[in-house]
């Protein structure tokens, strides 16, 4: 696949990702279009063409001002995870082995005694 062709289809990827994450904010906080673009300063007409997908290229400026009027990162919205929860998801599966394994030890102890 040449370079244009890829960079295009990471562009189309991000964009899906960045319309998708939108939607589910506004979703999860019941606001409508209208109510983003007010918040986020943008044109209700712009904002509308985003999440229908109309805008290719989103600039950063209105993801920035999408971002800030939800209150999360460009980051979040372009569906990268915040690395302080990848730890804690992490530190929650190593918990959860752990205490597996004592339990199985605490087991083997009962049964030698």
């Not at 289809?9 to 209208?34: F, H, P, Q, S």
């Not at 989103?58 to 929860?85: E, K, T, V, Y």
């Not at 599966?93 to 205490?99: L, R």
Request: glycine content about 4%; some cysteine.
């Amino acid at each position: 696949m040449n370079e244009t062709v890829h960079s295009k289809l990471e562009n189309e990827i991000l964009t899906g990702v960045i319309i998708d994450n939108i939607c589910r904010e506004l979703a999860r906080r019941d606001w409508t279009l209208k109510t983003l673009a007010d918040r986020a300063d943008l044109p209700y007409e712009s904002v509308k063409k985003l999440v229908n997908g109309k805008i290719a290229r989103p600039s950063f400026i209105s993801i920035w001002q999408i971002a800030n009027a939800f209150g999360c990162s460009m980051d979040s919205l372009a569906g990268r995870s915040d690395p302080s929860r990848a730890i804690l998801r992490q530190i929650a599966e190593n918990a959860s082995e752990v205490i597996r394994i004592v339990s199985h030890i605490s087991m083997l102890s009962d049964h030698m005694n």
